[in-house]
């Protein structure tokens, strides 16, 4: 899979969620070594095991960045 979107296309630096600090930077190098589901970005940085608000817009980021077309190289 590839990353529909280009890093420069939003903040690195933005905290997707507020409990485990998490930034779409790093959502989006996760993303660049194979973990594209929510689950795995969870087991991976906290997100969605706190308070649980920021899962509409992790999934949301996720949907914008991962390309899940399989006519792409």
Not at 18 to 39: A, F, H, P, R
Not at 46 to 52: A, D, E, P, V
């Amino acid at each position: 899979m590839k990353n529909k979107t280009d890093m420069t296309a939003f903040d690195k630096d933005d905290i997707i969620c507020d409990c485990s600090g998490t930034t779409k930077g790093k959502v989006y190098s996760l993303v660049e070594k194979g973990i594209t589901t929510l689950d795995g970005i969870s087991r991976k940085t906290g997100t969605n095991s706190g308070c649980g608000a920021c899962e509409y817009d992790v999934q949301a980021f996720l949907d914008e960045i991962v390309d899940t077309n399989d006519s792409y190289p």
